[in-house]
């Protein structure tokens, strides 16, 4: 009898995996580059690791995922067929050649997505307390990337997953090597490899281009996660020639975030939240008592 694992427990693994892939990947090029200064030796030591160990456990979980795909994928899919709208895989060939290029083009069109989406989460108050949580690492190496808070992830699969695959018709294999090329990239980008890649800087995001991006003083820019150039067509790449030693981390009532514990601080988010609408609410109730 063939045996097959239920889908929740398979896409852990699948998720996991591939995760834990780019990693290696990535440790192996730090351990030969940099010796002992490499992403792991600094994550077992550093302050902040509890941070990434429960975000890291919360996303295996799969609860975000699990909910938006069962809710809102079907629903999307069910209408996209009764509109009848074709995406762009309907016009492409089943060969490799038009395959890989319609792979690169969703890599470009998912990259562009991801940085208005990441450019409004430092611009809007309201949709930084979802990204906060990632800008809080003091000590950046490659298991930072993964210090994504739970409520990150419902505005990426919004604003970026399914409008690829709703233009692109990518199917779900082609979005998951889209997002294993994500994994790579961001995974170098927090590493500790202090390069900008020389001229391929130009086009990928690097480790020093983000570093200037997790810069406390930073004036916002370098969003691009994949590609570098958006930073440059939209006028937010920022010079990260000195960014390996900039001041990394996130503060609350002028705490630093890892000082405080990562369990209270996961917390602290969602009540930020709920500050928010409440606020909201009052404010909303005093405009419409004094129109009465
Ligand atoms: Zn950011
Ligand atoms: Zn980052």
Redesign the pocket.
């Known amino acids: 009898m063939h045996f097959s694992w239920p889908a929740w427990i398979s896409s852990v693994i699948e998720i996991g995996s591939l995760s834990i892939g780019a990693l290696l990947v990535v440790l192996a090029v730090e351990v030969l580059v940099q010796g002992q200064d490499n992403s792991w030796n600094v994550f077992r030591k550093s302050k902040g690791r509890r941070f990434e160990m429960l975000s890291w456990s919360i996303y295996l979980l799969r609860l975000n995922p699990l909910i938006w795909d069962l809710l809102l994928l079907g629903f999307l899919i069910r209408l996209k067929d009764w509109l009848q709208i074709h995406s762009l895989d309907m016009y492409v060939e089943k060969g490799l050649f038009a395959q890989i290029s319609l792979l690169i083009l969703g890599l470009l069109f998912y990259d562009f997505l991801q940085y208005w989406s990441h450019r409004l989460k430092h611009r809007s108050r309201f949709f930084w307390i979802f990204h906060r949580w990632?800008?809080s690492?003091t000590e950046?190496h490659a298991l930072?990337?993964m210090r994504v808070h739970t409520l990150d992830y419902p505005l990426r699969t919004l604003s970026v997953a399914f409008p690829t695959m709703f233009v692109m018709g990518v199917s779900f294999e082609n979005v998951l090597w889209l997002w294993f090329a994500e994994e790579i990239s961001?995974a170098l980008?927090?590493s500790r490899i202090n390069t900008d890649y020389g001229f391929f800087g130009k086009i990928f995001a690097n480790p020093r281009s983000?570093r200037r991006?997790?810069d406390i003083s930073d004036d916002q820019g370098n969003f691009g996660l994949v590609f570098s150039f958006w930073d440059r067509i939209f006028g937010t790449a920022r010079d990260d020639s000195k960014s390996f030693a900039a001041q990394t981390g996130t503060y609350f009532e002028n705490r630093n975030y890892e000082e405080q514990g990562a369990l209270k601080m996961y917390f602290q988010e969602y009540r930020e939240l709920g500050k928010w609408f409440l606020q909201k609410i009052i404010s909303l109730t005093l405009i419409m008592r004094r129109a009465k």
Request: with cysteine.
């Open positions: 990632h800008h690492t950046l930072a990337h961001q980008c927090h983000h991006h997790h």
